[in-house]
């Protein structure tokens, strides 16, 4: 059972096209990261949110808490946005441990 | 400006040997934590550290060791126990005890291969 699911697992789009990712989570949390991991590896954290909608240069992310489901959107994507994008999310309550629950990601390329 | 270092970014090594990954902090969080990353799943958490000379297993702890002597430092040894360590290994840490994922911070990650 897989505390956070992410969808879709792949996504090709052409460049310039609005993309959505989406990701759905069945615990009460704290908060959830987005993160972005490029090729080779090296993880970013893209946006942290508890609450509301954040934006940052062509991202933006949005958290509906009630229904336990956020989406990180891209608008005019470009091929430098390929990569993978993670969802993770903090459970409020955990023992202490502060630990995050992962997605699988969703592999975006963007075609030139 | 603050961060966490992992070093290196990409480690080889040969099968039966331990091997220890680096994890710097130097945002003063005092907890830190060891997560791996196989594909097709979701990172899992291997070892945590709430406050020095303190460290808990994760969910995955079997074959791996840590040590947190420094509130700086939280390396972690892939060891020869561990049956199938090659992965990409991703450390992170977080701000005072009870501020939750405020101020949560990740590493950029190494991946091990053993051959």
């Known amino acids: 059972k897989n505390e956070v699911e992410q969808s879709p697992q792949n996504l090709t789009a052409q460049e310039e096209e609005f993309i959505t990712i989406n990701c759905s989570y069945s615990?009460?949390?704290?908060?959830l990261h987005w993160l972005q991991q490029h090729p080779g590896g090296g993880i970013v954290s893209l946006f942290m949110?508890?609450?509301g909608k954040k934006k940052h240069g062509r991202l933006i992310a949005t958290i509906n808490i009630q229904e336990k489901h956020s989406s990180l959107h891209i608008t005019a994507s470009h091929p430098r946005d390929s990569a993978v994008y993670i969802c993770?999310?903090?459970?409020?309550?955990?023992?202490?441990?502060?630990?995050?629950?992962f997605g699988t990601g969703t592999s975006l390329t963007v075609i030139p | 400006d603050g961060g966490i270092t992992q070093s290196p970014k990409y480690l080889f090594r040969k099968e039966g040997q331990n091997v220890t990954l680096s994890c710097e902090q130097n945002?003063?969080?005092?907890?830190m934590y060891w997560y791996r990353q196989d594909p097709g799943q979701g990172l899992r958490l291997i070892y945590y550290?709430?406050?020095?000379?303190?460290?808990q297993k994760g969910d995955i702890a079997e074959g791996y060791s840590v040590s947190r002597e420094k509130k700086e430092s939280f390396p972690l040894t892939v060891t020869s126990a561990q049956k199938n360590p090659t992965a990409f290994y991703l450390c992170?840490?977080?701000?005072?005890?009870?501020?939750?994922?405020?101020?949560?911070?990740f590493g950029s990650g190494t991946r091990l291969t053993v051959v």
């Open positions: 992170a840490s977080s701000s005072p005890l009870g501020q939750g994922a405020y101020g949560y911070t």
């Open positions: 993770a999310v903090m459970p409020a309550y955990f023992g202490g441990r502060n630990q995050f629950y």
């Open positions: 949110l508890s609450s």
């Open positions: 945002l003063n969080h005092d907890a």
């Open positions: 550290s709430q406050i020095v000379n303190d460290f």
């Open positions: 615990v009460g949390i704290s908060a």
